[in-house]
T-cell receptor, first 113, second 113 residues
Framework: GESVGLHLPTLSVQEGDNSIINCAYS??????FIWYKQESGKGPQFIID?????DKRQGQRVTVLLNKTVKHLSLQIAATQPGDSAVYFC????????????FGSGTRLQVQP | DAGVTQSPTHLIKTRGQHVTLRCSPI?????VSWYQQVLGQGPQFIFQ???????GRGNFPDRFSARQFPNYSSELNVNALLLGDSALYLC????????????FGQGTRLTVV
């Protein structure tokens, strides 16, 4: 069925280290993926997206990798900062015609000073 | 530039009452989607509207309804409120309906007592 899962509910890293947040998806028909950051009491903030015809996309301090063979998505954050502490969601857009994003339950990133 | 704006930010209602939540998309965006986020979980898709027509509906009861106005703003209505409807209701806007960046508002925190 349609589901987006995350391997780790909580990730703790030291300030300045690189962070890697992983996500598994089950719908092989999904053709668009987005990573969101959500801070307490706020709505999800768009970080980066990737389409299924790509396997890597880079932004400012962030990189998203897509492995369609194993249906795996990852978000890499370089030189993690305290302001990066938040819950991170991956979302997929299955090609079901519903035009809906399917979200996972999220990974909490804690940055230790 | 104004982002996605939602009103009200917080709301307390009694079981059985009705509620209307409002969303104004980013200027130029024609698609609005509604999501429900229960504490500790990822957002769940409720509706999507594009060019004032419903383009997608999630697995929510008929107590939930929505509409989009000519200026592309949108309302989400929930009738006969249940305790389980307590959640953060998020609105997302995008230029088009599918496979384009979706930007979220801050959400409306609904508490049903």
């Amino acid at each position: 069925g349609e589901s987006v899962g995350l391997h780790l509910p909580t990730l703790s890293v030291q300030e300045g280290d690189n962070s890697i947040i992983n996500c598994a998806y089950s719908n092989s028909a999904s053709d668009y993926f987005i990573w969101y950051k959500q801070e307490s009491g706020k709505g999800p903030q768009f970080i980066i997206d990737i389409r299924s015809n790509m396997d890597k996309r880079q932004g400012q301090r962030v990189t998203v990798l897509l492995n369609k063979t194993v249906k795996h998505l990852s978000l890499q954050i370089a030189a993690t900062q305290p302001g990066d502490s938040a819950v991170y969601f991956c979302a997929e857009n299955p090609d079901t015609g519903r035009r809906a994003l399917t979200f996972g339950s999220g990974t909490r990133l804690q940055v230790q000073p | 530039d104004a982002g996605v704006t939602q009103s009200p930010t917080h709301l307390i209602k009694t079981r059985g009452q009705h509620v209307t939540l409002r969303c104004s998309p980013i200027s130029g965006h024609k698609s609005v989607s509604w999501y429900q986020q229960v504490l500790g979980q990822g957002p769940q898709f409720i509706f999507q509207y594009y060019e004032k027509e419903e383009r997608g509906r999630g697995n929510f009861p008929d107590r939930f309804s929505a509409r989009q106005f000519p200026n592309y703003s949108s309302e989400l209505n929930v009738n006969a409120l249940l305790l389980g409807d307590s959640a953060l209701y998020l609105c997302a806007s995008s230029l088009a309906g599918k496979n384009t960046e979706a930007f979220f508002g801050q959400g409306t925190r609904l508490t049903v007592v």
